[in-house]
């Protein structure tokens, strides 16, 4: 056994950390198989991550911080110019809304941008696989929900610490996504009725 004098939870046994296996990656390695594919990934990251990545950051706080040079990123890349917008409501229903990360200038609000400012190992897994994560797959399908006239959102991942691949793009048209934009639209009606219900139940009393 090689023995190496360092300090843990220093900078320098962080990055010892980053480019081996060690116990708690083990654990996902001997586990599932989305388990095993998370270690995957992680490991990816951990190599084309330069420094170290704070995990105790919040990730709100990180993509609120980050957010803006993500745009720009984009803008940059794409040569498109990103108009923010605070709050959009649906023409058909006000209740039904969000809050966009941005329109594309000049397309008549055709075209959107939704960034996300990940941790490497999501942002790698993001890259590689070039599919829209779960988690946040409705946000997207919300945005196409609010308004009928976009065609086009880039989902965009920024991780300025993977300098390999900082910057990865989804396109994600309306018609790909036209039945779960019908489904999401009829479901949010259906519980927003459920809740006025409700609350004229609770006025009358």
């Known amino acids: 056994m090689k023995k190496i004098d360092v300090e843990q939870r220093s900078p320098e046994w962080d990055?010892?950390?980053?480019?081996?296996i060690t116990g708690t990656m083990v654990k996902n390695i001997m586990g599932t198989p989305r388990a095993r594919k998370e270690a995957f990934y992680e490991a990816i990251a951990n190599r084309l991550t330069v420094g170290v990545e704070e995990d105790y950051e919040n990730p709100m706080d990180r993509g609120t911080r980050l957010?803006?040079?993500?745009i720009a990123t984009f803008e940059l890349e794409t040569g498109?110019?990103?108009?923010?917008v605070g709050f959009c409501e649906s023409d058909d229903n006000e209740a039904i809304a969000m809050?966009?990360?941005g329109y594309v200038k000049d397309t008549n609000?055709?075209?959107?941008?939704e960034a996300k400012c990940m941790g490497g190992k999501n942002h790698v897994k993001l890259w590689l696989e070039n599919e829209i994560p779960d988690e946040?797959?409705?946000?997207?399908?919300?945005?196409?929900?609010v308004n009928d006239d976009l065609q086009t959102l880039y989902f965009i991942g920024y991780n300025p610490d993977i300098p390999a691949h900082p910057l990865h793009i989804i396109e994600v048209k309306r018609d790909v996504v036209?039945?779960?934009?019908?489904?999401?639209?009829a479901e949010q009606e259906a519980f927003l009725e459920e809740v006025n219900r409700k609350l004229k139940e609770i006025i009358s009393f």
């Not at 498109?80 to 923010?84: A, D, G, I, L």
């Not at 036209?178 to 639209?185: A, L, P, T, W």
């Open 136 to 145: 946040y797959y409705w946000q997207v399908v919300q945005y196409f929900v």
């Open 178 to 185: 036209s039945s779960s934009i019908e489904k999401s639209r």
């Open 80 to 84: 498109k110019s990103v108009e923010r």
């Open 67 to 70: 957010e803006p040079d993500a």
């Open 109 to 113: 609000y055709t075209e959107a941008v």
């Open 15 to 20: 990055q010892l950390r980053k480019t081996r």
């Open 99 to 101: 809050s966009p990360d």
